[in-house]
């Protein structure tokens, strides 16, 4: 397990170190307009843009009105030349031409959507001297990037493998399986649960400028302590599974190994698996809330959405049912050690350190 960790870790450190690097496709402008005095399409288009500057302070958007100056029909006339024909009102974002405003046709929403694309698309990193960005790796790959990197957590973990060391010794293959695959699952739903409420409450209060500091806030926040975690384990403030909670969580474990049965250790194990979630809600919040921000910024319909957290779920629980595969088919009594817990603490916190700074990036 060190080893795997190592290797993830080593990963993470090449892949930071140039996380956040921006490639800026429109070095003086986010949105580039140009109108003309008179136009109707033109001035409905300049109160929308005007609108999208107060939700966010900032992007960078130049009004150009090609009837009164001269270099702003000849940088028209230069689009034209390689996009073909243009009209007024013409909106400028990156590569992308968006001809013409019409609040029915849903122009709106496109630039919403066209913006929200090349900011995300604008999160790179350095890999052997080459720039690979969110563009290029898509959607699916970051999210089941970023998924199995929040599953190595030293909460879960910790409670997954000190179930399965308790369990091994009774040599019972099949109930082990039974109530450790019973506590992944309820984890897995609970996860669930907690990734969509997220991502409701950014729906909710849309793709405000506030919303991205306060989660960039929030993931430095816990980055800065797991990292803290690494070079000085259980000392000062920490986001893992509290000293007070431990007693109680061995007795309900205990609980399930002197069940009678294998419903009463089963019904046992779902409640268990229900208190260490909420347990774990601070050692967790960090990549939920940095997910769901960010897929937010795609603007997807309703059933994209869901797909893809259920998608980040589903990468979240690999790590978990890989050792519990492992666990059962050897019978391990291995726990979490605190040079592993250490090394998980660094690989979460050079991420959220790295995915935060992105998020504060203009």
Same mark, same amino acid.
């Given at each position: 397990?060190?080893?795997?960790?190592?290797?993830?870790?080593?990963?993470?450190?090449?892949? !930071?170190?140039?996380?956040?690097?921006?490639?800026?496709?429109?070095?003086?402008?986010?949105?580039?307009? +140009?109108?003309h005095?008179?136009c109707?399409?033109?001035?409905?288009?300049?109160? +929308?843009?005007?609108?999208?500057?107060?939700?966010?302070?900032?992007l %960078?958007?130049?009004?150009?009105?090609?009837g009164?100056?001269?270099?702003?029909?000849? %940088?028209?006339?230069?689009?034209?030349?390689?996009?073909?024909?243009?009209?007024?009102?013409?909106?400028?974002?990156?590569?992308? $031409?968006?001809?013409?405003y019409? *609040?029915?046709?849903?122009?709106?929403?496109l630039?919403?959507?066209?913006l929200?694309?090349?900011?995300?698309?604008?999160?790179? @990193?350095?890999?052997f001297g080459?720039?690979?960005?969110?563009?290029?790796?898509?959607?699916?790959?970051?999210?089941?990037?970023?998924g199995?990197?929040?599953?190595f957590?030293?909460?879960?973990?910790?409670?997954?493998?000190?179930?399965?060391?308790?369990?091994?010794?009774?040599?019972?293959?099949?109930?082990?399986?039974?109530?450790?695959?019973?506590?992944?699952?309820?984890?897995?739903?609970?996860?669930?649960?907690?990734?969509?409420?997220?991502?409701?409450?950014?729906?909710?209060?849309?793709?405000s400028?506030? !919303?991205?500091? @306060? &989660?960039?806030?929030?993931?430095?926040?816990?980055?800065?302590?797991?990292?803290?975690?690494?070079?000085?384990?259980?000392?000062?403030?920490?986001?893992?599974i509290?000293q007070?909670?431990?007693?109680?969580?061995?007795? %309900?474990?205990?609980?399930?190994?002197?069940?009678?049965?294998?419903?009463?250790?089963?019904?046992?194990?779902?409640?268990?698996? @229900?208190?260490?979630?909420?347990? *774990?809600?601070?050692c967790?919040?960090?990549?939920?809330?940095? +997910?769901? %921000?960010?897929?937010?910024?795609?603007?997807?319909?309703g059933?994209?959405?869901?797909g893809?957290?259920?998608?980040?779920?589903?990468?979240?629980? =690999?790590?978990?049912?890989? &050792? =519990?595969?492992?666990?059962?088919y050897?019978? !391990?009594?291995?726990r979490?050690?605190?040079?592993?817990?250490? =090394?998980?603490?660094? =690989?979460?916190?050079?991420?959220?350190v790295? $995915?935060g700074?992105?998020?504060?990036?203009?």
């Amino acid at each position: 397990m060190v080893r795997i960790l190592r290797g993830l870790l080593l990963l993470v450190v090449l892949l !930071s170190a140039t996380a956040g690097a921006v490639q800026d496709a429109a070095p003086t402008a986010d949105i580039e307009a +140009f109108v003309h005095e008179g136009c109707p399409h033109c001035a409905r288009a300049q109160e +929308f843009l005007a609108q999208l500057q107060q939700e966010q302070p900032g992007l %960078r958007i130049v009004i150009r009105d090609v009837g009164k100056e001269a270099a702003a029909m000849q %940088r028209l006339q230069q689009i034209a030349a390689s996009h073909g024909p243009v009209r007024v009102p013409t909106i400028s974002i990156g590569e992308q $031409l968006i001809v013409g405003y019409s *609040e029915e046709s849903g122009t709106d929403r496109l630039i919403r959507d066209t913006l929200a694309k090349r900011r995300s698309s604008e999160f790179s @990193v350095s890999l052997f001297g080459h720039e690979l960005t969110l563009a290029q790796i898509g959607l699916p790959l970051f999210t089941l990037t970023l998924g199995l990197l929040d599953g190595f957590n030293p909460c879960s973990m910790w409670v997954l493998l000190l179930m399965l060391s308790l369990l091994a010794p009774l040599n019972d293959r099949k109930r082990m399986f039974a109530v450790a695959g019973t506590f992944i699952a309820v984890q897995g739903i609970a996860y669930f649960i907690f990734l969509a409420a997220w991502l409701n409450l950014f729906l909710l209060v849309g793709l405000s400028r506030i !919303s991205e500091i @306060v &989660i960039a806030a929030l993931a430095l926040f816990a980055g800065a302590v797991n990292l803290k975690d690494y070079f000085a384990f259980g000392r000062g403030l920490s986001l893992s599974i509290p000293q007070a909670a431990k007693p109680g969580i061995y007795q %309900r474990m205990r609980n399930i190994l002197q069940a009678k049965d294998l419903t009463a250790a089963i019904v046992a194990t779902i409640v268990l698996g @229900v208190l260490v979630q909420l347990v *774990e809600m601070m050692c967790t919040s960090g990549f939920p809330a940095l +997910f769901t %921000r960010i897929l937010t910024q795609h603007e997807l319909d309703g059933a994209s959405y869901y797909g893809y957290l259920l998608l980040y779920d589903l990468a979240y629980m =690999l790590d978990d049912l890989l &050792i =519990l595969a492992v666990g059962v088919y050897t019978l !391990s009594q291995r726990r979490l050690q605190e040079r592993e817990g250490r =090394l998980l603490k660094l =690989l979460s916190g050079l991420v959220m350190v790295g $995915l935060g700074v992105y998020l504060l990036l203009p």
